[in-house]
């Protein structure tokens, strides 16, 4: 297929699939808005706090359970998504944050299975940990002894999740380097400084950052087609 042949193909498969994409992304969207709209404080804990956080994520897995119901990139995206939805409503309770650290670990343990180690491009993991490496010390530096593995152990499978997002490329890789932002602003807004408008920066790049790795099934999804 030469480049006139596939672009054309591509045109006419994004032209066919966008009035699905976008119905089907109307929910992530509409909790999207209802989330920041209710903005529920976050000194009220509850499982209605929990449900209207959690229904973007729940929104996100839907779409790619029926847009690209098909694939092992697929699966293992909306099993992702399935834990961050975990992950979201523990952290609703300070007590369960551990437990919510554990279950995002996992998601990106799912994204790095997903992104795939092809091409490996080891000079941009060098890069990310010389880049990462000081601010993960410095956020070290301020957490009390027993939470410094644990929060080392999150740090390090984040910076191998951007490593794979962005060796894969495409809307991957700017939904990895977004969740990789959203997480660094929350790590130094919950362990070494209170920012301004911190809960807004974090919650704005992480839908973002779901959606557009999200949007990456497409793009696998295609690529099989043609």
């Given at each position: 297929m030469d480049a006139g042949k596939a672009g054309q193909s591509l045109k006419t498969h994004c032209s066919a699939q966008r009035p699905d994409v976008c119905r089907w992304l109307s929910p992530f969207i509409l909790s999207c808005c209802v989330y920041f709209c209710l903005w529920i404080s976050e000194d009220q804990p509850s499982?209605?706090?929990?449900?209207?956080?959690?229904?973007?994520?729940?929104?996100?897995?839907?779409?790619?359970?029926?847009?690209?119901?098909?694939?092992?990139?697929?699966w293992l995206l909306?099993?992702?998504?399935?834990?961050?939805?975990?992950g979201d409503a523990c952290l609703i309770w300070p007590g369960a944050f551990l437990l919510g650290m554990a279950t995002f670990a996992t998601t990106h343990l799912l994204y790095i299975w997903a992104f795939g180690f092809s091409p490996l491009q080891p000079g941009l993991l060098l890069l990310i940990i010389l880049a990462s490496g000081p601010y993960l010390s410095l956020v070290l530096q301020h957490l009390e002894p027993d939470m410094g593995l644990p929060v080392a152990a999150y740090g390090l499978i984040l910076m191998a999740m951007l490593w794979r997002g962005l060796a894969r490329g495409g809307s991957a890789g700017w939904g990895a380097l977004l969740f990789t932002l959203s997480d660094g602003m929350l790590?130094?807004?919950?362990?070494?400084?209170?920012?301004?408008?911190?809960?807004?920066?974090v919650m704005t790049t992480y839908y973002a950052a779901q959606l557009l790795i999200t949007l990456s099934a497409l793009r696998s999804q295609m690529a099989k087609t043609d």
């Open positions: 499982w209605v706090a929990a449900l209207v956080k959690c229904l973007p994520i729940l929104g996100l897995a839907g779409f790619l359970w029926v847009v690209c119901p098909g694939g092992g990139y697929s909306q099993g992702a998504l399935l834990c961050s939805a975990v790590a130094w807004d919950t362990f070494v400084q209170p920012l301004p408008h911190a809960r807004l920066v």
